[in-house]
T-cell receptor
Framework: GQQLNQSPQSMFIQEGEDVSMNCTSSSIFNTWLWYKQDPGEGPVLLIA?????ELTSNGRLTAQFGITRKDSFLNISASIPSDVGIYFC?????????????FGTGTSLTVIP | DGGITQSPKYLFRKEGQNVTLSCEQN?????MYWYRQDPGQGLRLIYYSQIVNDFQKGDIAEGYSVSREKKESFPLTVTSAQKNPTAFYLC?????????????FGDGTRLSIL
């Protein structure tokens, strides 16, 4: 199946620092989604992007749909301890009528108080 | 409260046994999905259904079966043919076949082998 390259794989940061992570694909996507997953729980939707170039914020989180349609990034500003978790990107291929989503391998975020 | 409910939270399977994982949603969503999550890997699609009485295989369907007799329910059976079933299983749903709709997830079922 389609693979999304998500980086970095893990991050260790001080509380208050900003965080940036990204996903890239070799194919064109028409939807990019960002999720956060806590241990033993299901992923929770953070931000959904549907248009190339779209920049969307959700509190301290900001995500952008790349102009080439092949990438997306997520920024977290002024990190706090509850930001700890695994962040996943997901995308739906352009022209995909099968309703399938493809997922990155996740970025594990640790915030040091 | 609207949402996706997966049960049980933890499930244990004996060798040679079939087990069924439940997924129910009251969001009136058309599409439902089952994923498998293993450590260090992204979610892999097992089966999905876009409408009642219809479903398609995902990337790793072997050893699994599903049914979609009701819009709100999409149970997954892990059969004895699945030789490595230990994983975290996630159910998701999506409002419609339209492109601009996100997936929402349940809280997962962790399956282990006794």
């Amino acid at each position: 199946g389609q693979q999304l390259n998500q980086s970095p794989q893990s991050m260790f940061i001080q509380e208050g620092e900003d965080v940036s992570m990204n996903c890239t694909s070799s194919s064109i996507f028409n939807t990019w989604l960002w999720y956060k997953q806590d241990p033993g729980e299901g992923p929770v939707l953070l931000i959904a992007l549907y248009k190339a170039g779209e920049l969307t914020s959700n509190g301290r989180l900001t995500a952008q749909f790349g102009i080439t349609r092949k990438d997306s990034f997520l920024n977290i500003s002024a990190s706090i301890p509850s930001d700890v978790g695994i962040y996943f990107c997901a995308g739906q291929l352009f022209g995909n009528t099968g309703n399938q989503f493809y997922f990155g391998t996740g970025t594990s975020l640790t915030v040091i108080p | 409260d609207g949402g996706i409910t997966q049960s049980p939270k933890y499930l244990f399977r004996k060798e040679g046994q079939n087990v069924t994982l439940s997924c129910e949603q009251n969001l009136n969503h058309d599409a439902m999905y089952w994923y498998r999550q293993d450590p260090g890997q992204g979610l892999r699609l097992i089966y999905y259904s876009q409408i009642v009485n219809d479903f398609q295989k995902g990337d790793i369907a072997e050893g699994y079966s599903v049914s979609r007799e009701k819009k709100e329910s999409f149970p997954l059976t892990v059969t004895s043919a699945q030789k490595n079933p230990t994983a975290f299983y996630l159910c998701a749903s999506k409002r419609s076949r339209a492109a601009n709709q996100p997936q929402h997830f349940g809280d997962g079922t962790r399956l282990s082998i006794l």
